[in-house]
């Protein structure tokens, strides 16, 4: 089945430590990629997204994330963490035939140790 | 408005009752979606609604669910014989055109507990 996965469902850092959040999707074509987080008492927002072209891509509160194609993958990343960062992340993925519709993976709760 | 909207923020009723939730979208964006959040699951698709086109209902878990959409801007999410498992936050959220390449905006839930 199509699908998107974080596998990670918990991850601790340490403020200033780097953070690395996987994601992998199964579609036969290349969907569009998003990385949306879930801070505690807020909404979604969208933090970057990829549809084509330069495939590292850079977004907000100093995030950016690569698509490898060979590994189906979008890893979201960050060199340094702040305690901030502590929130709920979700890869997301649209594909056309799929419908018009963003399909969410599990999403990976971050806790940032001081 | 400013963002979307949702309400109640809080529902608690009793299991076998009605619920009604409501989503107010961005005035002018024509694309609104339902997506429901259960405790350690990720976001789950229920509804999409996109101007005057018959909404895709294909996420929705059973017929106890539906939802429209008056005048192509409040909508509204029904779940009838409420069950445990309805347990969720139940998030909105509304694009200028449902485009690939325009941002969600999402409202903050409705948090909704069966007993």
């Known amino acids: 089945a199509q699908s998107v996965t974080q596998p990670d469902i918990h991850i601790t850092v340490s403020e200033g430590a780097s953070l690395e959040l996987r994601c992998n999707y199964s579609?036969?074509?290349?969907?569009?990629l998003f990385w949306y987080v879930q801070s505690p008492g807020q909404g979604l927002q969208l933090l970057l997204k990829?549809?084509?072209?330069?495939?590292l891509v850079q977004g907000i509160k100093g995030f950016e994330a690569e698509f490898k194609r060979s590994q189906s993958s979008f890893n979201l990343r960050k060199p340094s963490v702040h305690w901030s960062d502590a929130a709920e992340y979700f890869c997301?993925?649209?594909?056309?035939?799929?419908?018009?519709?963003?399909?969410f993976g599990g999403g990976t709760r971050v806790l940032v140790k001081p | 408005g400013a963002g979307v909207s949702q309400s109640p923020s809080n529902k608690v009723t009793e299991k076998g009752k009605d619920v009604e939730l409501r989503c107010d979208p961005i005035?002018?964006?024509?694309?609104l979606y339902w997506y429901r959040q259960s405790l350690g699951q990720g976001l789950e698709f229920l509804i999409y609604?996109?101007?005057?086109?018959?909404?895709?209902k294909s996420g929705l878990p059973s017929d106890r669910f539906s939802a429209e959409r008056t005048g192509g801007s409040v909508s509204t999410l029904t779940i009838q014989r409420t069950q445990q498992e309805d347990s969720a936050v139940y998030l909105c959220?509304?694009?200028?055109?449902?485009?690939?390449?325009?941002?969600?905006?999402f409202g903050s839930g409705t948090q909704l507990s069966v007993l």
């Open positions: 005035s002018g964006h024509t694309a």
């Open positions: 609604f996109q101007g005057n086109s018959a909404p895709d």
């Open positions: 959220a509304s694009s200028l055109s449902g485009s690939f390449n325009e941002k969600l905006f």
């Open positions: 990829y549809f084509s072209g330069d495939t």
């Open positions: 997301a993925v649209w594909v056309w035939a799929a419908g018009n519709k963003l399909t």
């Open positions: 579609y036969g074509a290349t969907p569009y």
